[in-house]
């Protein structure tokens, strides 16, 4: 039934606004066009991670500890331990990280999740500058995008510009247009010009995965580090977490 419901064309219409239903159906309630939301919290994890190829679909399970930010787990009544998944665990689905009731995952917080203190008849949706300092910064975002930067470089044609439609697709479901796409590339120049004389060994930490992933060569870690600078941009787009 979901795999209905998605691939129908009521489904996959655009959301933005027709001029023919502005007067007959202002309310969308005869589904004349897609209802734009921004993804819930626990999924805009599971896009990037599915966008990125790290993600794990295992189900079932006890819950996993994927990364976050040090000190978080003081932020409540109890200090608590929180020791970062390894292996494919540091990668399953939102749904299975765990969770305290007073100090939820502060990933899940920001964007919104419910706390555990009630029921949650419908969720608020917020837009808010941390929302985009999470998918930049957040140990757990920037391991995704590594994670995408390596997908890109491995399954990606060697033009710069195959290799950007590649992650666009990733990330966005779609071809980018000429102006996206002139845009991307440029900043990836910017990206390269930054690192290309930085030393490569202080680059390790950037380029790879704490747990996981292929061991960057030394003559690679530049190249690499620009790649995933523009994958932390694709995956912090306003499209990639939202439903148009």
């Not at 023919?20 to 969308?28: A, F, I, S, V």
């Not at 190829?53 to 929180?82: A, E, I």
């Not at 555990?116 to 757990?140: E, G, H, K, V, Y």
Request: net charge positive; with cysteine.
């Amino acid at each position: 039934m979901h795999r209905l419901i998605v691939t129908s064309a009521t489904y996959r219409q655009s959301s933005k606004r027709r001029a023919d239903l502005t007067e007959t159906d202002p309310y969308n309630k005869l589904l004349g066009r897609q209802s734009r939301l921004r993804l819930d919290a626990e999924i805009v994890r599971d896009n990037a991670l599915a966008a990125s190829g790290l993600l794990n679909t295992k189900m079932g399970g006890p819950g996993v500890f994927p990364p976050q930010p040090p000190g978080c787990m003081n932020l409540g009544q109890h200090r608590r331990n929180w020791t970062a998944s390894k292996g494919e665990d540091r990668y399953r689905r939102a749904v299975y990280t765990y969770r305290w009731r007073a100090t939820p995952h502060p990933a899940l917080k920001v964007f919104d999740a419910p706390d555990a203190f009630a029921s949650c008849t419908r969720r608020i949706r917020s837009n808010t500058p941390l929302q985009a300092l999470t998918l930049l910064n957040d140990p757990a975002f920037f391991e995704i995008a590594q994670g995408l930067a390596e997908r890109i470089l491995k399954e990606g044609d060697k033009a710069d510009k195959a290799r950007i439609a590649l992650g666009f697709r990733l990330c966005l479901a779609r071809e980018p247009d000429t102006r996206e796409l002139t845009v991307l590339e440029s900043f990836l120049n910017k990206q390269r010009q930054l690192y290309a004389d930085m030393d490569a060994v202080a680059l390790t930490p950037v380029v790879q995965r704490a747990h996981g992933g292929q061991e960057v060569a030394e003559t690679q870690r530049n190249e690499q580090a620009a790649w995933i600078m523009l994958a932390r941009v694709l995956l912090n787009l306003d499209e990639t977490i939202t439903r148009e």
